[in-house]
């Protein structure tokens, strides 16, 4: 059973442009890394709901809680890792405060083979992007919940 992840996406539409909020993966692995960035998402516990996870998960990852507002169910994708990503689309009003208040962690050895353990912060940061600039930044399978939400969205 491959391993399962859900996440929320906000996005906001101004002036005739649609802008998505991303959260920069942290760590080393992922610092000098274009691609990145990610929707904030994930792992789905045993038997937990799909959008009940991708809720707790963005709250875990931003420290606050996941704009108010109806969800748009983006499907699901699989990431070159095998890794199932579910996702949900979420409008906010233009200007909504949607931050990176603080990020939870994650323990890893680090430099590698050293014997030291260090804490690093799941997502570093979190910012805005248009569509175009998102899609040269998240992890390539993501590409489709962009394009998806575009295709939802009226024109």
């Known amino acids: 059973m491959p391993r399962t992840s859900a996440g929320l996406l906000p996005f906001v539409r101004e002036e005739g442009a649609t802008r998505v909020w991303l959260g920069h993966m942290g760590g080393p692995l992922w610092a000098r890394r274009t691609r990145g960035w990610t929707i904030v998402k994930g792992e789905v516990e045993a ?62 050895e680090w430099p590698p083979r050293s014997g030291r353990r260090q804490s690093f912060p799941e997502l570093d940061r979190g910012e805005w992007h248009d569509l175009d600039a998102a899609r040269e930044l998240v992890v390539a399978a993501q590409t489709d919940f962009l394009d998806r939400l575009l295709e939802t969205l009226p024109h």
């Open 47 to 108: 038997g937990e709901d799909l959008l009940a996870a991708a809720e707790r998960e963005f709250a875990e990852e931003t420290g606050a809680p996941a704009p108010a507002g109806p969800r748009l169910a983006l499907g699901q994708v699989r990431q070159s890792g095998g890794k199932l990503v579910h996702a949900w689309a979420i409008e906010v009003t233009t200007g909504a405060d949607v931050t990176l208040v603080e990020s939870n962690s994650f323990e890893m």
